[in-house]
């Protein structure tokens, strides 16, 4: 039971598109709000119409979005917010650097790999991006004919291709409770 004396800390979830990274951080910050807690998700799409606007998919812009929103997540954390973060973000330094920069201000900070492999996500398709990318019409796709680094040692590696949200959740929310977090 979370009351106002739980630190902020910030939890990323990186995974393929469709992995079920946004899916699951809206079902736990609505439970988290519910037992009053101060909850923001900084979902990847909305960040760059706004913070991110007019940085593409190169190795370099990617970058510096999942820093952009690193700095954001932390700021908010260090002021006790619990801070949900569903960005692929598929490269382990830029993930990296964003740990460091929490560990180097105290604030908590937990991986969350959303470990759906491509197959399912590219049946999933929600946004339609492995159909474009099959016709030829995007390209630069995570996990397809763009990098994505898994995280060799996540604090929790959750495998939504066999559970159902509820239950994906729920292992998040133990973790967070295990952590003193929730
Ligand atoms: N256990 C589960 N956890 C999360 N999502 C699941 C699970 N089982 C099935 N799904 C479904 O998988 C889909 C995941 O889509 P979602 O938009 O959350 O992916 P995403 O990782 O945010 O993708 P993107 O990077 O493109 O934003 C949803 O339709 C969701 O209902
Ligand atoms: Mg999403």
Known sequence: MSDEKTPGATVWLTGLPSAGKTTLANELAGRLRAEGRRTEVLDGDEIREFLSAGLGFSREDRHTNVQRIGFVAELLARNGVLVLVPVIAPFADSREAVRKRHQSQGTGYLEIHVATPVEVCSVRDVKGLYAKQAAGEISGLTG???????????????????????????????????????
């Open 144 to 182: 397809v004919d763009d990098p994505y680094e898994a995280p060799v040692s996540p604090d929790l590696r959750i495998a939504s291709h066999t559970q159902s949200v509820p239950e994906s959740a729920a292992d998040l929310y133990a973790l967070l409770t295990e952590r003193g977090l929730a």
